[in-house]
């Protein structure tokens, strides 16, 4: 009896094995290995929402308002070789600004006006950083836009105290990398007039008789000019009165008003016999031989032969004062009055 070995069969094993977890920061990996285009779009739109208000709605906003919270105080302003129509400005300002931004100003075109009224004239104002105490200087030859509005501000000068001044424009304005910004400048300046040249006194008077020339009287003049600018009337022409009559007409030859008090030569023609017949008179009024004239009205301002009605205008406007002891001036001259 044979023995019969045991078969084994061996059966090829299909246990499948347990798959290892990701971690977390692998997963994350992978999906924006996947979708990294996705998020780049949400990433450049979030930027984009963020970005383009501060650009387009508050920055020009925030460069506005440090604009009109600047200030500008105008040092000096030099007119030169004026004509009717045109002259030549030399001008410095001086910004004030208590902002933390600084951007460039860039050239722009101005108006410039009374505060309220139609400009007279236009100036390119130069690039400037805006920071305080930054110093705009400019010189050019400007044509007058309007010549009566000018005259209107030459005339506002002579009479006041002070006088508003406005400047308008429309300047590029950028601040760091940013983009440029387009903002409004609006400033009205304050600046100090002549006051009808309060101060205004005869510190030297002359009659020469007879007349030289035509010319019956001469002196020095001390006109006082409490502005910042500096004014070319030329050769000025003031009527003389008394008591509201016409007796004559001085002459200021030359005449340009720097700032401050101006010693000035002053030459007239004069009716000497009036004025000698009424001191003389039983009538005359002026019993000290001192006497009261007004310079007004009819005054004219010429430069190179062409009268400035700008000036003129504002010439004619004021009314000066003045009291001259004639008597003395007469006696200096050899001629004697014996006061009744």
């Known amino acids: 009896?044979?023995?019969?070995?045991?078969?084994?069969?061996?059966?090829?094993?299909?246990?499948?094995?347990?798959?290892?977890?990701?971690?977390?920061?692998?997963?994350?990996?992978?999906?924006?290995?996947?979708?990294?285009?996705?998020?780049?779009?949400?990433?450049i739109a979030c930027f984009l929402i963020i970005l383009l208000p501060?650009?387009?709605?508050?920055?020009?906003k925030i460069a506005q308002d440090a604009v009109n919270d600047s200030t500008l105080k105008i040092t000096e302003m030099i007119l030169s070789n004026p004509t009717?129509?045109?002259?030549?400005?030399?001008q410095?300002?001086?910004?004030?600004?208590?902002?933390?931004?600084?951007?460039?100003?860039?050239?722009?075109?101005?108006?410039?006006?009374l505060a309220g009224a139609d400009p007279f004239l236009y100036v390119t104002v130069p690039a400037v950083k805006s920071k305080d105490g930054a110093e705009i200087h400019f010189e050019q030859n400007v044509d007058l836009a309007d010549a009566s509005a000018f005259g209107d501000f030459t005339t506002a000068v002579?009479?006041?105290?002070?006088?508003?001044?406005?400047?308008?424009?429309?300047?590029?304005?950028?601040?760091?990398?940013?983009?440029?910004?387009?903002?409004?400048?609006?400033?009205?300046?304050?600046?100090k007039g002549l006051n009808q040249l309060k101060g205004f006194t005869v510190a030297k008077f002359f009659i020469m008789y007879p007349p030289v020339n035509g010319y019956g009287m001469n002196g020095t003049v001390i006109i006082p000019?409490?502005?910042?600018?500096?004014i070319p009337l030329g050769n000025v022409t003031l009527n003389l009165e008394l008591a509201g009559k016409s007796v004559g007409t001085t002459y200021l030859t030359d005449l340009t008003l720097k700032p401050g008090n101006n010693t000035v030569p002053m030459i007239g023609k004069v009716d000497q016999a009036a004025i000698i017949s009424l001191l003389a008179s039983k009538s005359n009024p002026y019993k000290d031989g001192i006497m009261p004239f007004d310079i007004t009205g009819n005054a004219t301002s010429t430069y190179n032969g062409k009268e400035l009605p700008y000036f003129s205008k504002a010439l004619t406007a004021n009314k000066?004062?003045?009291?001259?002891?004639?008597?003395?001036?007469?006696?200096?001259?050899?001629?004697?009055?014996?006061?009744?």
């Open 158 to 191: 002579m009479l006041n105290e002070e006088v508003s001044l406005n400047i308008y424009g429309r300047p590029d304005l950028k601040q760091g990398g940013l983009p440029k910004t387009t903002v409004t400048y609006n400033k009205t300046v304050v600046m």
């Open 1 to 43: 009896m044979s023995t019969a070995k045991p078969e084994f069969v061996e059966e090829e094993s299909h246990i499948t094995p347990t798959p290892i977890k990701k971690s977390f920061g692998a997963r994350l990996a992978a999906h924006f290995k996947k979708w990294w285009w996705v998020h780049l779009i949400i990433f």
């Open 225 to 230: 000019n409490a502005s910042v600018m500096t």
């Open 92 to 113: 410095r300002q001086v910004l004030g600004s208590d902002s933390s931004y600084h951007p460039q100003i860039y050239a722009f075109n101005s108006s410039v006006s």
């Open 320 to 340: 000066l004062s003045i009291k001259l002891d004639v008597k003395s001036a007469l006696s200096a001259a050899g001629v004697n009055i014996t006061l009744q």
């Open 84 to 90: 009717p129509e045109s002259f030549r400005l030399e």
């Open 54 to 60: 501060v650009v387009y709605v508050a920055y020009p």
